[in-house]
């Protein structure tokens, strides 16, 4: 398995305060990438990355953003989490971000916004 | 853009038969096909992908999926079901432009009867 890990696994918060999702990695890969699933609607790409402080955002990126000081490490922040923003997050990792790589995910973190 | 159909949320085989999981696609260009596994609680797992040559891909644990440019589809198959084959499968298309982006299917539910 790739060394993949993300913290926390569960969380639960409040509407209105700050969230930040760590993702971390052993296995030294360029791209990392924050996704979130929802039922019905597969996983979405929030925002990645395709180097150290080199991010973008995905298709889903209104209401968070992303930092990247070290290869290893990937994080997500929510400024102020809404109910809607509900949901399992998935960190995956990629060794050149061509389109025929396979991504990594790492276990995700079931975050609840109340 | 690109997109992904999968045809049903929820299938369900009896142990020993045969897996059909439908996926249709949408792309300009040829595209790159993937088959990622989720099992309960944890991250999803690459099954197979689709890049050039054959159009019959093997992938792990008995599953196989045939490209078919004619009926844009990757529709993927076992032979016959396991107990442990229980699972969430997801179909996901890379996107043409930038590092690579994975559009995702809804997600297919396979439940195995005994």
């Known amino acids: 398995d790739a060394g993949i890990t993300q913290s926390p696994r569960h969380k639960v918060t409040e509407t209105g305060t700050p969230v930040t999702l760590r993702c971390h990695q052993t296995e030294n890969h360029r791209y990392m990438y924050w996704y979130r699933q929802d039922p019905g609607h597969g996983l979405r790409l929030i925002h990645y990355?395709?180097?150290?402080?080199?991010?973008d955002k995905g298709e889903v990126s209104d209401g968070y953003s992303v930092s990247r000081s070290k290869t290893e490490d990937f994080l997500l922040t929510l400024e102020s989490a809404t109910s809607s923003q509900t949901s399992v997050y998935f960190c995956?990792?990629?060794?050149?971000?061509?389109?025929?790589?396979?991504?990594?995910f790492g276990p995700g973190t079931r975050l609840t916004v109340l | 853009a690109q997109s992904v159909t999968q045809l049903g949320s929820h299938v369900s085989v009896s142990e020993g038969a045969l897996v059909l999981l439908r996926c249709n696609y949408s792309?300009?260009?040829?595209?790159?096909l993937f088959w990622y596994v989720q099992y309960p609680n944890q991250g999803l797992q690459l099954l197979l992908k689709?890049?050039?040559?054959?159009?019959l891909v093997k992938g792990i644990n008995g599953f196989e999926a045939e490209f078919k440019k004619s009926e844009t589809s990757f529709h993927l198959t076992k032979p016959s079901a396991h107990m442990s084959d229980a699972a969430e499968y997801f179909c996901a298309v890379s996107r043409i432009q930038g590092a690579q982006k994975l559009v995702f299917g809804q997600g297919t539910r396979l439940t195995i009867n005994p």
């Open positions: 792309s300009s260009v040829p595209p790159y």
């Open positions: 990355s395709y180097g150290v402080k080199d991010t």
């Open positions: 689709y890049t050039t040559g054959a159009t």
């Open positions: 995956a990792i990629s060794e050149a971000g061509g389109r025929t790589d396979t991504q990594y």
